[in-house]
Structure formats: C-alpha cells, structure tokens
C-alpha cells in the first residue's frame, strides 16, 4: 500500500474507472448477482429500443423499478472519497476524472463534481425524449414515481400473498412457501412519462445506453481528450475487471503512455496480486472500504 500512495501523491493526472462492484456495498447487486432476471423477464429482452418500442408500459415497470431500488441505496465511502477527490483535486493542482459504467446515480448522489463526471452507459435518472425531432432531456429527475401508473409497479414480489408449493418427493414435510411475482401492469402510453416540450404524446425513455446503442460520443470524445492530451500518472480501477471495451482500452492506452494502475475489487488475478504485472498493483476486497484508506493521505478521512 505505501508503494501506492508514495505515486498516488506525485500523481497529477488521475482517472477513476468505476463499474458495478462499488455500488455492491450499498445495496446494490451486480449484474450477474441479479441473475439478470426480473419477474421471470430476461432484463437483456427489456434493456432494447425494440422492447420499448413493443411495449413501453412493461420496459417502464422495469425501469421504475431499477429507479426505486437505486433511490434506496445510500452511496457509501467508496463514492463519497471519488466525490471528495473530484472537489478537491483542482486546490490539490491535480486534474481527475471519474469514468463510471453504472447508471445508479450514486456518484451524483454523493456531490461528485458533475463536470468530472462521466456516466458512459447513462443513468437511470436522466430521462430523454423519443422523437427524432427533439433533443429534451431531463437531468437528475429522483421524482418516484414519475407517474401515478408507475406507482407501486416499484416492487417486483407481491409479499401480501404467498404461493403454497408441495414438494412433489416429500408430501409428509410442511408445505414450503414462495413469494409470488407482482402482475405486470397493462399501462396506456398517454399515462407513461410524456415529453414537455414536443406536448403532443411522444415519450420519455429511461436515459441509458440500452443494447445494440452507440455509447454517447460526446462524453467519449471528452475522455478520450483528456487521456491523450497528456500523460495520465494514475488511473483506478474500481469494482470492475475492467475487461470490457472501451474500459479494458483506457486501462491499456494509460500504460502504454507510462501510467500506472491500482485494482480496487473483489475479484483480482493472482499474479497482480503477487506483484508480477509490471506498474500494476490489486487490492483485493469490498472497494468501498479499501479505497477510501488508500486514498487518504491525499484527500484525509472519509466519515
């Protein structure tokens, strides 16, 4: 560790990576600990223009949904020290950015600097219209629910009532109990969150790259900016593998230019661990507990 900060405070260039490993601390599953799967959708089916444009009512359950179990999170002291380090970083003569792959809001939430900010994949809480003709979006809207439908769609599991089931090879044992799924909603486009500037029915969408998207150009032009402009002296790499493209690419065009790296994560490979990967070093464990120690004797505790 002492290795580490002794470069963490000669650094003045500093990018953050963060992906969905971070957000596990407050409450939050990853992806694959979901099990990708809500009220027995596939949430890969509902996460496409085309499932949106089938049907608007069923991807905006699922998405208020997400919104509601990300408004229950808290961000915690991995978020709070990337928020202090992105106040501070400027008195500190230090230019820094965050790179985060999670649309939970938890960065906003934890007053990072918005211009140091930058959500790759989007946000739940940013809301965009659908009509080609309009380029509204709605920022940083936590309003749950956003519309009287969309109220008590929230949970996915009705816990008033449960389902009876025999094990059909041990009918003497007392019967086991399963929550039941909440029914999905029939819900009417004229009652889904509708744009205020075209005013003539066109929908709001959730303001997140779904699959088969374009990633947002302008936010990647900024970041590819900011690496290349000049030397980046550190780049943190938290909660994530940090595998997939373009996080795996702004690992490697940071090394290439002479740059280190400091893996926060539950899951690190052994001969990082070991020391053997040249300019590299893991720490393994919950990131938001072993980042804020790593990072204070730049920016001091995190309560």
């Not at 905006?60 to 020290?81: C, D, E, I, M, V």
């Amino acid at each position: 560790m002492k290795e580490f900060q002794d470069h963490l405070l000669k650094s003045k260039r500093i990018v953050a990576l963060v992906g969905a490993g971070l957000s596990v601390s407050s409450g939050l599953p990853t992806f694959r600990g979901s099990q990708g799967l809500w009220k027995n959708f596939n949430m890969i089916d509902l996460a496409t223009p085309d499932a949106f444009y089938i049907d608007p009512g069923l991807v905006w359950q699922f998405y208020s949904w997400r919104r509601f179990n990300a408004l229950k999170a808290k961000p915690n002291r991995g978020h709070k020290t990337l928020a202090k380090l992105s106040m501070e970083a400027a008195s500190k003569n230090i230019e820094f950015i965050t790179i985060t792959q999670n649309v939970d809001g938890l960065s906003i939430r934890a007053n990072h600097s918005k211009e140091k900010l930058y959500e790759i994949h989007g946000s739940l809480f940013d809301l965009k219209c659908t009509s080609f003709m309009c380029n509204y979006v709605d920022h940083d809207n936590f309003k749950n629910p956003l519309t009287k439908a969309l109220a008590d769609t929230e949970y996915e599991y009705d816990n008033t009532k449960r389902k009876r089931k025999l094990l059909d090879d041990d009918l003497d044992k007392e019967p086991s109990l399963s929550p039941q799924f909440k029914p999905v909603k029939e819900i009417s486009e004229s009652e889904l969150p509708q744009c205020p500037v075209c005013k003539d029915g066109s929908l709001l969408r959730p303001g997140v790259v779904w699959f088969g998207e374009s990633l947002p150009l302008r936010t990647i032009n900024a970041i590819d900016n900011f690496i290349e402009y000049d030397k980046v002296d550190l780049i943190l790499v938290i909660g994530t593998s940090g595998t997939v493209y373009p996080a795996n690419s702004y690992v490697d065009r940071v090394k290439v230019k002479g740059g280190k790296v400091a893996i926060f994560n539950t899951d690190i490979e052994d001969h990082i661990l070991n020391g053997e990967e040249k300019d590299t070093w893991g720490f393994k464990g919950d990131a938001a507990e072993l980042l804020p120690k790593a990072l204070e004797p730049l920016i001091g505790d995190i309560y």
